[in-house]
C-alpha cells in the first residue's frame, strides 16, 4: 500500500487544505529544528537525562495536533513535538524543561518529555507506557459529568506501547463509555530495539479496532497529506459522537530510542523503503510541487524556525535552575498535610 | 437506631454524593447492585448517572480516576478488595502520587480498598496494604476503626486534594455498631488514645485496635494497664501522640495487621527509637500478621493474624522486662 503513495498525488485541492497543510508544515519545521538544537545541547552536556526525539515522526504528530482545539485534551507521548507545539506549547517551555529550570512548571522535578500543563488539557506523561490513555479517556468522563460535549481527547502511542495491559484496559473502557477519544497508535517499527516481529502478532494493528469495538483507521505516517486527511476524519468522528477512534500509522524511527542509542540494531535497508522516507523531506516536495512554496519561501521558513529556537533557548538558558534551598520538597496539595510538613 | 461501620460507609458517600457535585463513584458492580458488600447500595437510584460500573480494569478505573480529578472532580474508586488494587498500583503510586509534584494540579481521588480477613477468605481477599501504600509520597493512607471514624474520615478523604487510599477493615463491617453518625470528630490526621494506662503503650490501627482493646480488657484484670493509640490514619503519621504515650508509659508495643517488612509497625517503633529513645524502659515490639500468603482454612487463618491473646502475651512479656 505504501508504494503507491511514493508519487505525491496531483489533485486539486482546497484553500483550507493548503492552509492545513503549511500549518503543520510549518509546526513540524519548528519540531524538527527544535530536537536538532535539543540533540546539540545535550552532546554540549547542557541538558541532564535522556533526549528523545521524533525525527521521521513529525507528520503525524503535527496533523494531529493541529486537529485539536482549544478545550480539547491532549496527552501526547515522547516523539510529539510537532503535536505539542501545534496544541499550543510555548517553545520557551520546552527548553526549560529539558535545561530544569526553577520557572518551568515541572520546577526541575521532571525532566525532557515528561512535561505537560494538565490545567489547560495538556497531559504530562509518565514513563510507563499505555498508562496515560486511561487518564486522558479519565478526563473526558468528567467533561460529560460537566456537559462539556464538544471536546475531544486524543493521545498517542507506539507499537511497543500496544502490548500493555494499560493500553487494552483504557481503550476498552473508553469503548464502554463510548468517550471521544482519538488513540493514535505510532508504528515506528521499533520499540527501543525490539523489531515488530517480536512485539505482536497479528497482520495490523489496526485490526483490533473491530475487537474493541471501535472505529479503526490506518495512514502513512511519512505522508502529511494522508495524516491530515486520516486524522481530520477520525477526530471529526470522535467528536460528532461515533466513539473511540483508534488510528494506526505507519512510519519510521529515523533517530536512536534516545540520543544516547546509536540504532545499531535497527535493519538499514528499511531506510531505502516508503516506509523509510522522511515526512518533512516528503512535505517539503509536496509543497513545491504543488506551487504552495518554492526553495525561497522554504528556506525563509526554516530560518524562522531557527531564529525562533535560538531565541527561546537564549531566554530559558537565564531562567534560574532548580536548586534544593528553593525546592519546598512537599509532595502533597493539601494544605494541612502541607503545612505540618514545611513546619517540621 | 444502629449504624455499621459499612453502613457509615455508605452513608458518607450519599452525603458526600449530595453535598458536592463533584463527586461521582467508579468501580467494578458498584452500581444498580450496589457493590459486592452493598456498600453502595440505592446509591444509583439516587444519583443516577454518578455511580459508574467499571469493568474488571483496575489501572484503567483509577487511571481514569486520575483524569477526572485533573478536570476537577472529586472520584471515588471502589477496589472490590483491596488485594486487587496492586492491578492499578502503577496508577497510584507512579501516576496520582506524583501528579502534584510534577506538575502543580492536585490529584484529589479517594480510592477504597476494602481489606483484612474474615474467615475462609484466603490469600487473595483478605489482604491489609496499608504499609505498601504508605511507603509512596504524596499519598494519604487512612486506617479507620470505628463506625465514627470510617464516616467522617471518608467524608475527609473526598475533601482532601490528594490521593487517598482508604483502607476499610471487611472484618469490622458489620461486626461495628454504633448509635448514631458523629456531627464532629477528631481530624483525619490526629491519633486518639482510646484507653488510657500507665504501664504501657500499644500502638493499633483498624481492626487491631478492637484486638488491642480487648488484650488491655485482659491485662486490666492482671493489674497491667495498658494505653492504647488508634493511629487512625498512617501516613501522614501522628507521631506527637504517640511519642507522648510513649512518654507516660516508657513501654511501646505496635500492633498491625499487615506483614512485618518494613511496615507500618516498622516506622512507629523506628521514629520512636530515633527520637524517643531515652522515654524507653524496654526495648519496643511488634506484632504483625505472619510472614507468609494469608491462608484460607480458619485454623490457620486464626493465627496468622495477630489476636488479643497473643497481644496480651507480647505486653505481658513487654510489661515484665
Redo the contacts between chains.
Keep these: 500500500m505504501l508504494d503507491t503513495l511514493k508519487q505525491p498525488k496531483r489533485e486539486v485541492v482546497s484553500p483550507v487544505a493548503r492552509e492545513k497543510y503549511i500549518d503543520a508544515f510549518n509546526w513540524m519545521l519548528l519540531a524538527r529544528t527544535t530536537e536538532e538544537k535539543l540533540a546539540s545541547l545535550w552532546r554540549a552536556g547542557k541538558i541532564s537525562g535522556g533526549v528523545y526525539l521524533g525525527k521521521g515522526q513529525e507528520a503525524i504528530s503535527a496533523a494531529l495536533g493541529i486537529m485539536l482545539k482549544s478545550g480539547d ?1 491532549f496527552g501526547p507521548l515522547i516523539r510529539d513535538q510537532a503535536g505539542r507545539l501545534a496544541f499550543g506549547e510555548s517553545l520557551i517551555d520546552v527548553f526549560r524543561v529539558h535545561f530544569g529550570s526553577r520557572t518551568s ?2 520546577r526541575g ?2 525532566g525532557n518529555v ?1 512535561r ?4 489547560e488539557g495538556y ?2 506523561m ?1 514513563s ?1 507506557l499505555g ?13 460529560r ?2 456537559g462539556d460535549i464538544s471536546a475531544i481527547g486524543a493521545t498517542t502511542i507506539g507499537d511497543g506501547g500496544t502490548s500493555t ?2 493500553f487494552h ?2 481503550i ?2 473508553a469503548a ?1 463509555e463510548k468517550l471521544p477519544l482519538v488513540v493514535v497508535v505510532v508504528n515506528n517499527q521499533y520499540a527501543y530495539s525490539t523489531p515488530n516481529s517480536r512485539q505482536f502478532a497479528c497482520k495490523d494493528l489496526v485490526d483490533r479496532a473491530v475487537g474493541y469495538g471501535v472505529e479503526g483507521h490506518s495512514l502513512d505516517g511519512t505522508d502529511l497529506r494522508d495524516c491530515l486527511e486520516v486524522l481530520a476524519k477520525a477526530t471529526e468522528r470522535a467528536r460528532s459522537g461515533h466513539g473511540p477512534q483508534l488510528v494506526v500509522g505507519s512510519c519510521l524511527r529515523l533517530t536512536g530510542h534516545a540520543e544516547h542509542d546509536d540504532a545499531s540494531y535497527m535493519d538499514k535497508s528499511l531506510l531505502h523503503t516508503a516506509l523509510g522516507r522522511d515526512c518533512l523531506k516528503v512535505a517539503e516536495t509536496y509543497l513545491q510541487e504543488h506551487h504552495w512554496a518554492d526553495e525561497a519561501l522554504l528556506e525563509n521558513w526554516r530560518k524562522n524556525a531557527k531564529q525562533r529556537v535560538e531565541d527561546a533557548v537564549a531566554d530559558a538558558q537565564r531562567d534560574p535552575l532548580a536548586d534544593p534551598d528553593t525546592e519546598t520538597w512537599c ?7 502541607a503545612e ?2 514545611l513546619v517540621r | 437506631m444502629t449504624i455499621t461501620y459499612l453502613e457509615a460507609i455508605r452513608e458518607a458517600q450519599e452525603k458526600a454524593l449530595r453535598d458536592d457535585h463533584r463527586v461521582y463513584i467508579y468501580g467494578q458492580d458498584v452500581g444498580a447492585f450496589g457493590g459486592a458488600f452493598k456498600a453502595t447500595k440505592n446509591l444509583a437510584k439516587e444519583f443516577p448517572g454518578r455511580i459508574l460500573d467499571a469493568p474488571i480494569s483496575e489501572d484503567a478505573m483509577v487511571g481514569s480516576a486520575i483524569g477526572a480529578a485533573i478536570e476537577g472532580m472529586r472520584p471515588i474508586v471502589e477496589m472490590q478488595f483491596a488485594d486487587f488494587s496492586v492491578v492499578a498500583f502503577n496508577q497510584i503510586v507512579n501516576q496520582a502520587a506524583t501528579l502534584y509534584w510534577r506538575t502543580q494540579v492536585a490529584c484529589p481521588i479517594t480510592i477504597r480498598l476494602p481489606s483484612g480477613g474474615n474467615p475462609g477468605s484466603g490469600p487473595f481477599h483478605s489482604q491489609c496494604l496499608e504499609s505498601l501504600y504508605s511507603h509512596f509520597p504524596g499519598l494519604v493512607v487512612m486506617t479507620p476503626a470505628t463506625v465514627e471514624d470510617a464516616y467522617t474520615m471518608l467524608l475527609e478523604a473526598v475533601e482532601i486534594d490528594d490521593p487517598v487510599i482508604f483502607c476499610e477493615h471487611k472484618y469490622l463491617y458489620n461486626r461495628l455498631k454504633s448509635d448514631a453518625l458523629p456531627e464532629t470528630n477528631l481530624s483525619y490526621d490526629t491519633a486518639r488514645v482510646v484507653r488510657f494506662g500507665r504501664d504501657l503503650t500499644i500502638v493499633a490501627y483498624s481492626a487491631m485496635v478492637h484486638e488491642a482493646l480487648a488484650a488491655a480488657d485482659q491485662l486490666h484484670k492482671e493489674n497491667i494497664e495498658v494505653e492504647v493509640v488508634d493511629l487512625r490514619c498512617v501516613k501522614p503519621l501522628d507521631l506527637k501522640t504517640v511519642m507522648g504515650s510513649v512518654a507516660r508509659t516508657a513501654r511501646l508495643l505496635c500492633v498491625g495487621e499487615s506483614w512485618p517488612w518494613g511496615g507500618v509497625n516498622a516506622e512507629v517503633i523506628a521514629s520512636v527509637a530515633t527520637s524517643g529513645f531515652h522515654l524507653l524502659d524496654a526495648p519496643p515490639q511488634r506484632i504483625n500478621s505472619k510472614d507468609t500468603p494469608i491462608p484460607f482454612h480458619p485454623n490457620l487463618w486464626g493465627v496468622h493474624k495477630p489476636s488479643s491473646q497473643v497481644i496480651a502475651a507480647a505486653a505481658r512479656r513487654l510489661y515484665e522486662w
Design positions: 485534551i512548571l515541572s522535578r521532571e515528561h505537560g500543563n494538565p490545567r497531559q504530562a509518565i510507563h498508562s496515560l490513555i486511561s487518564v486522558v479517556a479519565g478526563a473526558l468522563v468528567a467533561r459529568f460537566k495491559g494499560a484496559e483504557a476498552n473502557l464502554v509532595p502533597y496539595a493539601t494544605p494541612r498535610i505540618a510538613l
